[in-house]
């Protein structure tokens, strides 16, 4: 008897084998790592993927419309991703014979996908009529163990939805993207790669949406009145902004030279109950506000401490948090970190979570599965804390938060302020992320009489709405309904690597914006919400039996056509508009001729570097490093452009001969040259301070300045 075990990343199938058998031996099959094990006359085979190990790719490259696909390979679509046949082949290899197949992919879309392609084209399609799935949640022995005892049958209506999810973002991305590009090259004879998606698209017109709104947004003045009295008391005026300059005049007048007079003082207590336990989401967005971390770090933070046994799956939608997982046995198995178990021991019996509504079927909210880590990066530590703090806290008490608002009258005019502090901190003593307001409360009753310091007037300005951030963002595609809790991050981040966006508070820039106007005049249903969400209900509904893999496929094939269609018929209006957009967004700065200075591609090189719009008549020129980014900040020196580039990021002049951040060199004498004696001066290069002969060219002795100290 044989049995075979498909696992989705190397790191899991070592924990599965190890929590299946202490007689596991680890083998190479091709420098491929597997492991096997035999046990009542039983022979296991742990075998491991890297991910998806199969692509869509066309079966034809001479289609217009790209409808022909097939599932290949990934190494031979991605030329970067050779490593996968090793891995193709160890499964194709050491499943030979076998009798029966489990499942043990991670339990969601991505992970069914990729364990059925194994399956069906490593082990062989026979081999999915011999198999069963292995359902968890955490990499914990206990939990491996009871899944591999209570095995379920593969979900092929989840597969089905996997497939019809990769065929959809396919067909929309990879044809809408194409005939754009194709547009641009009849209208030009340039070529020029743009790139749209299914959820991409909708995703960037929703901050074009909003970039609008802030450039069209005209600022109104408006005063806000504060009283600052005794105490240290500041006081705001009821009428909070006020847009008339004469109403600000009468106030000050009523004011002016009189006491403050407390016409009531209400204390009232508040209830600040715990949080909910963290699903993908609410994780992303809570390590982005504490630490500043992307969604996509969060994600692939998290994603390795559940790899490591350290945290339950990340990819989950749920708020909730079972019995099932045993609450005292992982506060107890916490415990034994002493700074754990200071905020366990203080928790009160019996235990109960203070859960959200949301739901999950696949996976429990997020939560610590006990097990200590040993060596941990400082991010993965910062994340593994806030994780298990959050956890610890929602099984906390109740917070009690005392409020005071004091009402004062001015000879007529209203004002009032406001206190908060905390009386009881209940389960905000278990999670050290929360700011706590705890202000002084002034001792006044109602009839007081307080004395009036100064009243000042300041003028502001009514402000544009806020820009997203990448947690804002996140927040709001799931309140639209536009992609999945697994996806939104990297949507995001294809976003920023397009170059259609940039900056924390993301700005859409000319090319990104310029897309989707020109998409929106000759075809508005590629940035359409609506079709973006249908399609989503749609593939939930394969899961749930309710519409056909097939048909839904159908109904996109439609739609994609009716894009290209809108496209082909304005090829030559759509492409001009892109090539002049993609054009502008290439301009870093003014060059000396009065020409702009314009981002260029080498195909000699095959590299990127900054020339003159004004060639040939200007032949000015910049190399620039792979990798560099052009910044808005100019050199205090000549005016160009700074730019980042290097691993550590580096600043520097883009013109080389400016030094590394476009101010004077020192030109320091510092020594005498080894080599032929004339002095040796410090100078600035573009890759920092080093030290060179005063001899040069006939010498040409340099140091940096640290392998001088040296």
Request: hydrophobic share 30%; proline share 5%.
């Amino acid at each position: 008897m044989h049995e075979v075990i498909i696992c989705e990343k190397p790191k899991s199938s070592e924990k599965i084998a190890k929590a299946l058998s202490k007689n596991s031996k680890k083998n190479s099959y091709k420098k491929v790592p597997y492991y096997e094990f035999e046990e009542n006359g039983k022979k296991t085979t742990v075998l491991a993927a890297v991910g998806h190990l199969y692509s869509l790719s066309p079966t034809t490259s001479k289609q217009d419309k790209i409808f022909d696909i097939e599932w290949v390979p990934l190494y031979q679509k991605d030329k970067k991703k050779k490593y996968v046949k090793g891995y193709i082949d160890a499964i194709k290899k050491l499943s030979k014979g076998a009798d029966t197949f489990i499942h043990a992919c991670d339990y969601d879309i991505e992970g069914t996908l990729i364990g059925y392609h194994a399956l069906k084209y490593g082990c062989g399609e026979d081999s999915l009529n011999n198999s069963s799935r292995m359902k968890f949640s955490t990499l914990t022995k206990e939990d491996i163990l009871m899944a591999y005892e209570n095995q379920i049958p593969v979900d092929f209506r989840q597969v089905d939805s996997g497939i019809a999810r990769h065929v959809l973002d396919f067909l929309f991305g990879v044809n809408i993207s194409k005939y754009l590009t194709d547009s641009i090259r009849a209208a030009t004879s340039r070529y020029v790669q743009l790139s749209a998606g299914r959820v991409q698209t909708p995703t960037l017109s929703i901050l074009v949406d909003r970039e609008k709104k802030i450039k069209k947004f005209i600022p109104v003045p408006y005063w806000l009145i504060k009283a600052a009295l005794q105490d240290d008391i500041i006081a705001d005026h009821k009428s909070g902004k006020i847009f008339e300059k004469k109403d600000t005049e009468k106030i000050l007048a009523d004011c002016k030279g009189k006491d403050a007079t407390v016409k009531d003082v209400i204390l009232r207590e508040n209830k600040k109950t715990p949080p909910f336990p963290f699903d993908l989401g609410s994780l992303q967005s809570e390590a982005y506000g504490v630490f500043g971390f992307s969604p996509k770090r969060t994600q692939q933070i998290a994603q390795n401490l559940y790899t490591e046994g350290y945290t339950s799956y990340p990819r989950t939608s749920s708020q909730k948090l079972p019995k099932s997982i045993g609450y005292d046995k992982i506060l107890k198995k916490l415990s034994k970190n002493a700074a754990f178990k200071k905020h366990v021991s203080a928790l009160k019996t019996p235990l109960k979570p203070n859960e959200g509504k949301k739901t999950d079927e696949a996976h429990p909210a997020i939560h610590p599965t006990g097990t200590l880590p040993k060596e941990l990066e400082t991010d993965e530590q910062k994340l593994y804390e806030l994780i298990t703090y959050r956890f610890i806290s929602v099984f906390g008490e109740d917070g009690i938060q005392e409020s005071m608002k004091t009402d004062l009258e001015i000879n007529s005019q209203e004002f009032t302020f406001s206190r908060k502090r905390m009386a009881k901190m209940g389960w905000l003593d278990h999670y050290p992320f929360r700011k706590i307001e705890n202000e002084k409360f002034p001792e006044i009753k109602k009839g007081d009489i307080l004395k009036v310091k100064e009243i000042t007037c300041d003028e502001k300005e009514t402000k544009p709405p806020a820009r997203y951030n990448q947690a804002s963002l996140i927040r709001e595609l799931e309140k639209r309904g536009l992609g999945t809790k697994s996806t939104r991050a990297n949507i995001i981040s294809i976003l920023y690597d397009r170059k259609y966006i940039e900056g924390q508070k993301i700005k859409v820039n000319e090319l990104g914006e310029h897309l989707i106007d020109t998409l929106k005049e000759y075809s508005n249903k590629i940035t359409s919400e609506e079709l973006t969400r249908q399609f989503e209900m749609e593939l939930e509904g394969i899961m749930e039996d309710k519409i056909t893999k097939d048909k839904v496929i159908d109904e996109a094939k439609v739609e994609v056509t009716s894009i290209l269609d809108d496209i082909q018929e304005n090829k030559l209006k759509i492409g001009e508009k892109l090539y002049d957009a993609y054009q502008e967004s290439r301009i870093v700065g003014k060059c000396k001729c009065g020409g702009n200075l314009v981002l260029k591609y080498s195909p000699r090189t095959k590299g990127t570097f900054v020339g003159c719009s004004a060639y040939p008549e200007c032949k000015e020129t910049y190399p620039i490093p792979r990798g560099t980014n052009v910044l808005k900040s100019k050199c205090e020196k000549c005016g160009l452009p700074m730019i980042s580039f290097g691993k550590p990021r580096q600043r520097a002049c883009l013109d080389p001969k400016c030094g590394r951040d476009g101010k004077e060199p020192t030109n320091e004498v510092v020594g005498v040259c080894p080599q032929c004696g004339n002095q040796l001066i410090k100078r600035m290069g573009r890759y920092g301070e080093f030290v060179g002969c005063s001899g040069f060219p006939k010498c040409r002795f340099t140091k940096s300045v640290d392998e001088l100290a040296k």
